[in-house]
Each structure stands twice: as C-alpha cells, then as structure tokens.
C-alpha cells in the first residue's frame, strides 16, 4: 500500500516536472513550478527557509521521502531500474553492501567547502535537480521537439495546425557534454546497482540520510515472524538491507517500501520508532542498540576520538585538507586564467571588416533579477529552467564568460530573440532565488544592461537610408530615431531609460558587427522612467482629404 | 466577374488612372456594377469597427465581389507586437473577426490568419486578442516563425528587392486581405498597408540592409495583389510608433479606410493621420515609390471617393 502511494506521488511529481521542463508551448500552468520550488539544494541556497524546514521535517518524520517522491534524479532511477528489469530474463536481486561513508561525507565536504569559497560549480554539477534539469533541457528537450516536428509535418500535411514547427537549439559543447555525462553514470549505475548514486554520491542523499537515522518512522524487520529468506534485501534498490542480521542501515534507505511489499511474512514494518522498541524481541533490541552504537561511533569519529578506525579517518582528513589546499591554488590559477581568456581571445580576433567597428560586449549579461554578479553566482545551480522556459531564447548557458564559478550559468544573448518587455517567466521559475521574481513593473525599470550606438556602422549612416529597425524594436525609446539628412531620421541613444533587452542588437541588420549592442552590467541598475507623452485631447471631425 | 477579371480590371486601373481621369474607367467595369460609378475607396468615420467595415464593404456591393463561394481566403492583420488592443500596436480584432465571418458568408471555404511578427509570436497572437477572435469566428490561425512556412517568389518589378520569401498562406490563397492598423513608425514614417507587407515576407533584416522604402513600395509588386486594403484606424500610435510606450500614445479616431488602391488608400490614411500630427508625404516616401513602380496614385482627386460618416 505505501509502496503503492509512493509511486503513484513520485511518478506525479517525476511527470510534472520532466513535462514542466520540456514544455516549450506553455500547456502545463506556472503552478506547476511548485516541484521545482520544493527542491532540496534551491531552496537552501535561495534560504527559503520554510521549504528547508519542511523537508527537514519530513525526513526527520518519514525518512527520506524527499529521495524517492520529490527528487526527480532520483525517480529517473528508480525508471531506469525498472526499465532494466524488463530487459533482463530474471530481476535483478539487490545484495546488501557496504555503506561507503567516507566517501560519502568526502563528496559532501568538498562540495560545502567549495561553495563557501566560493566555487559553487562542484555543487551545481551534483545538485541532483539541477543535475535532472540539465539532461531535461539539453538531452530530452530536443527529442520532445523533434517529435514535435514530427507531428507538425504529419497534420500540416492534412490541413490540421495543432502542432507548429520548433527550432531545435543546441546550447554548446558545455551543456550538453555534462549533461550526457551526467545521464551516462546515473544511468548506468541504476540499471546495475539501484540507487548506488544517491547513496555514495549525491550531497543531498548524505545529509538527509544522516538525518533520516534520527526519523520517528523507520522501517523495521520483525525478528519474530522473520525466516530471514532475503526477499526484502533483493529487493532493495537502495542495497542497505542486511537479512542476515536483519538490519537496515537507514543513512541509505530511501523509503521506497519495497522491503515491506516484497515480504511475504508481513515482517517489514514501517513504525515510529518506541513502537519497534515494543514489538521487537531482546534479540532486535540488541540489534538496534548496536545499530545505534555504530552511529555514534560514526558521529563521533567526527570529533576525532581515538580509535582504531578513527586514526585512519584521520589521517584521512589531514590529507584530504592538504590536497584540497593545491586544489584550491590549481582552481584559483584556472579561474584567473579562464578570466583573461576570453580577452586575449578577443584581442585575437580584433581585425577590421571592411570600414566596419568591431563590437564586444565586455561583461556578461545576466537575466532579468539576478541582481549582482557575485550574489548570483553564488545563487545559480544551473538546472537551465530559465533556459528551458525562456519564450525569446535569450537565456543561454554561459562558458566562461562568468569565470570558472559560472560555468553553464545562464547568460543573455541575443543572436536568436531578445527580452519581451512584459515577461517576467524566467524570474518567476527560478528556484533557487538567483533570480528575484519580478513584477512586471518592476522588470519595465530593471536595467540589465545598456545600449551603446556606434553611428559609424549604421545603415542611416553609411548608406543614407532609412532605415530604424532598432529604434522599432526598442520598447522604451531608449533609441529615438531623430531627423537626419532631409526626412531620413537616425536613431540617437538614452541609455539612462534603456532596460538592455536587447531588441535593438537583436534587429540591427549590419554584418558583421552591428551598429547597436547592449553592454552588461556588474551589478544591475535601476532605469530612469520615460516620460510620457503629453495626452492631447484631439477631435477628429473630417477625413483629412 | 470573376477573381481573375477583377485583378486585371485593378492592374489596367493602375496604369490607367496615371493618364486618364477615373470616370473614363467606369466603362472598363463590367455590367453588373455599371449601374452606378465604381467605388475606388470607402472612408468611414464615427462607429465600431466592425460597424463601420460592414458599411464600407456594402459600398462596394458587398464581400461576394471579392470572395466567391469555395475560395481560400487568407487575411493578413498586423500582429506585430505584444500589445493588448488599447495600445494600438496590432490591428483591431472586432475588425477581423467581422471581415472573417463575411468571407464565410459570402461562400469561402478556408479562411486562414497569420503575420509574421516582430514579438514572440505567441504572446502577440494571445495578447493581441486577433487569435481568439479569429478562432470564434472559424477561421485558423497560422505561424509564421519559421523559415519553412515562406517561399521564394520573384519581383521582377522591383527596383532593389528582386525577389522574397512570400509566406505560403498567402501564396496558396485564392483571394487575401491586407488589413494594416495606421500608426506612427520610427523608420518609415508610418506604417500602412503597403508597409504591412512587411509581415508577409520572412528575410526582413535585408529590407533595412538594401533601402526599407524602396524595398516596401518593390515587395508590393507581387502579382498577388491584395482585394482589397483594409485600414484600421479605430485606435491610432500617434507617437513612438510601430509597438508605442503606453496608453498616451494611442489616440481614439475611429476610422476605417478600404481600397484595392494601396498607394491611394495609403495616401488617404497618411492625410487623415497629419490632422492628428504633422506627416508630410514626402516622409512617407514609400508612397512616392510606389507610384513610380505604377503601383497607383498618390493624387486622390482621380478617385471615386465614399466618405461617410455614423
């Protein structure tokens, strides 16, 4: 029955944020971000307190139910597990294995101490849901498109326009290799070994295991009714089972109930823990006794108290601090260096094209809310929803325009749309707080970035022409086509009511550097207000000719 | 008469109002409008919009002298921007869904809606209101986002655009309607129906690279000429034309201007908004251009003019 419901909860979260991710023409309503909202890793960054304290709550309650409802890397496992099994000519039978808690907690301290060094590229290449948005956005996005595409060809044909036609964005070599990455190892360890994964790896699967030893309700063999036939272990994905000694080692266990369903004894149960005290014999009592001697030693070889084990941990650690010291030297000298790249490349490349400027924008620009640069750096785990939703295309994922601490961060560019005036989607997705959510209001003064004009490559300019498309595009007149030569009119830059949304640079027709482009910002400004014009009251009583 | 008929008598008209007086071509009408003198443009001012469409399409005898029964018909408004109707930015729905729901009165068997817009396509079909009408009234409503929907087709006629990809809607149609909203415009002065072609055509970047006016009045040349021209003026962008700021540069002139003339029709539009503010022809000189290219007259003393007032 819980085994039942937990599908059912977690293939309704798995659907809705997998569909929410790939949804180009908007059918899911924004409600539906609420499952991105109530991940682990963006609502602690983003200090969403409340959700922290919920999912605390929860696993300290339940255990961790966050792993196998909520988080959708791990469903995609428990998919894929699945999935495996229908290839196989007989189950796959899970065997207990040993919890790997130094690595564990290894993985876990290298991804804090890099945040807080501010590195946060370790913990957005973990983050397990930023980690599923990447392989959605860059990996089933194109296929959900394609198949899109399809259908487009298929009912066009018959004069049906249902379906339209998309454009299939690639979003670099970056993203996309990681994300095939990504899907590659969590893949294949799924199909061979269940959720391997989050119990070995994954930072959040370490905390809340930690956390969920301590949960009111666990699951529990009952040693009276127990013939100790195994089913329970082989059937756990998340191999923390031991039916020998019929124990569970619940820092692993993700609550998927399979033990309980899989037992035909009725031997599994899942109750609050003074009622395991109750049932169980002297034997189990024993067991958990130990069971919780083991954890204590485990917190306690923290604290460094000497042991046999406990020296080893921390030599251990010692070296581990020292290797992280010339990781840290290496990361830093990559980082200064992959922020100069970018410039002594430009310089490269700085070769006129005819009589035309050559245009670089010389700081990233970042999306609407995002405030300052090193605020959202810190913020950002990259799980490209604002890419995935962006109407206009705009937001792409960086290189290292950002440096290494913003590696696959989105950036703004405008080679395939620009910004809709009126749009506010990105920042109201955003769940990780990166992005502050504005009104639109509020988005009409946020100035992302500022439009520089280079008259000498302007068609009015150069040919004589009229022309305008930038001015056209501009939503707050930011470019003002004034009288030039004659009736030509020629745009004339305000850059203090400019909000940098980049219909101008996207619209301008020059090749190959454009007349008009928009400078990012380090730190994102407020825009002067236009100035309406003034209401005249006309009464029109004749036609004029 | 039929389509065919029709469209030769509108192209000799062309070239012939250059050198004779419009009275004379009465007799190139056939019988059945002979009764009275042709109508070479029909002004309405003072009712809804779609009010006064219905009036102005009477004048003309009706929409069965445009669209006989079993025709695709495809309407082409100006969707250009995410604008909801008070800003002016897009052409009135109320007016395409009545010339819609005409076209299906009058026989058509397909009547399709689309531009090729400036804006994220979907948010201006959905903010424009010009979706939803289209869809209430029957017709369907087509993108016009992508490369695929649009083929190549010569202009032999035109000075520097030689040729353009046409959007297959209006190429596969057998009668269309070009239905522009006037409104002020930071590049071409205004934008009409002749500038309204713009959304009819995928590679816009290269009307701004070759000359946007010469380019406008040379697209306009396509064989397929539109029935009829139909101006919205209900609402008019006085200011910081084509998408506008806000609410202040919208005025409420409740005017309607139809013609298969489109340098005439345009040249009426273009008086009636210098009375709201000062724009003299010359800056809308994809007019004059037009005239060169024998696309029809700016002098609107040659025509049979209908001015009516509701």
Known sequence: ?545 | MNRRNFLKIFALTGVGLAVKPAKSLAALVPEENKTEQAVDLVAVMGGEPDQMFRRAIAEFGGMNQFVKSGQKVCIKPNIGWDRVPERAGNTNPLLISEIIRQCFAAGASEVTVFDHTCDDWVKCYQNSGIEAAAKEAGAKVLPGHQESYYRQVELPKGKILKDAKIHQAILDSDVWFNVPILKNHGGSGLTISMKNYMGIVWDRRAFHMKGLQQCIADVCTLDKKPALNIVDAYRVLQTNGPQGRSESDVVLSKALFVSPEIVSVDTAATSFFNQIRSMPMDVVKHLELGEELGLGTTDLNKLNIKRIRL
Request: include cysteine.
């Open chain 1, 1 to 545: 029955m819980l085994r039942k419901l937990r599908i059912a909860l977690a293939l309704v979260a798995f659907a809705v944020l997998t569909f929410f991710f790939l949804d180009f023409s908007r059918l899911l309503p924004e409600s539906a971000q609420v499952i991105a909202k109530i991940q682990f890793v963006p609502a602690l960054i983003s200090l969403s307190l409340g959700i922290v304290l919920l999912l605390l709550l929860l696993t300290l309650v339940f255990g961790r139910i966050y792993c196998s409802v909520i988080c959708p890397l791990g469903i995609y496992q428990d998919v894929i597990s699945r999935l495996a099994n229908l290839f196989r000519k007989k189950k796959l039978r899970y065997k207990f294995r040993k919890a790997r808690t130094i690595l564990r907690w290894s993985v876990l301290t290298l991804v804090i101490i890099t945040y807080l060094s501010g590195l946060g590229l370790v913990l957005d290449l973990l983050d397990p849901y930023s980690m599923y948005g990447r392989m959605a956005v860059h990996l089933f996005k194109p296929v959900y498109m394609a198949a899109n595409n399809g259908l487009e060809l298929l009912f066009t044909a018959f004069n049906n326009y249902t379906f339209y036609k998309v454009d299939i964005h690639f979003w670099g070599w970056a993203s996309f290799g990681l994300a095939l990455i990504s899907l590659l190892v969590v893949s294949v360890l799924a199909w061979r070994f269940g959720r391997t994964w989050c119990n070995t790896i994954c930072p959040v699967g370490t905390v809340l295991g930690f956390l969920s030893k301590l949960s009111v309700f666990k699951l529990s063999i009952d040693h009276e009714t127990c013939n100790q036939c195994g089913l329970c272990s082989f059937n756990c994905k998340a191999t923390c089972i031991d039916s020998k000694k019929g124990s569970i080692d619940y820092s692993r266990c993700v609550a998927c109930f399979n033990c309980m369903e899989s037992c035909n004894k009725k031997g599994v149960k899942y109750l609050p823990f003074w009622k395991v005290k109750k049932t169980g014999t002297d034997k189990t009592q024993v067991k958990t006794v130990s069971g919780k001697i083991q954890a204590k030693t485990k917190t306690k070889t923290k604290k460094r108290i000497e042991t046999n084990t406990d020296t080893k941990i921390e030599v251990k650690t010692i070296n581990k601090t020292k290797t992280d010291a010339s990781k840290r030297e290496f990361l830093s000298v990559l980082m200064m260096s992959s922020l100069l790249m970018p410039k002594a490349l430009a310089a490269r490349f700085r070769q006129q094209i005819g009589s035309l400027r050559p245009l670089k924008r010389t700081v990233p620009m970042m999306p609407p809310g995002a405030g300052d640069r090193a605020r959202f750096n810190s913020l950002c785990t990259s799980c490209h929803l604002c890419v995935s939703k962006c109407p206009g295309d705009v937001l792409q994922p960086s290189l290292l325009e950002y440096g290494v601490e913003g590696i696959m961060q989105p950036q703004m560019l405008f080679d395939k749309g620009f910004c809709n005036y009126d749009c506010t989607l990105c920042t109201e997705v955003c769940p990780s707080g990166a992005l502050k959510t504005l009104t639109k209001e509020e988005k009409h003064r946020t100035q992302m970035g500022r439009v520089v004009f280079v008259i000498e490559n302007c068609i009015v300019y150069r040919n004589e022409t009229h022309c305008g498309a930038c001015s056209e595009h501009c939503p707050t007149q930011a470019l003002r086509m004034v009288p030039y030569k004659g009736h030509l009119t020629i745009p004339e830059p305000h850059p203090d009511i400019c909000i940098g949304c980049g219909g101008c640079e996207f619209i301008c027709p020059v090749r190959p550097y454009k007349a008009v482009f928009v400078e990012g910002h380090e730190i994102q400004q407020v825009a002067k207000a236009f100035e309406d014009e003034e209401k005249q009251d006309i009464v029109l009583d004749d036609f004029g000719f």
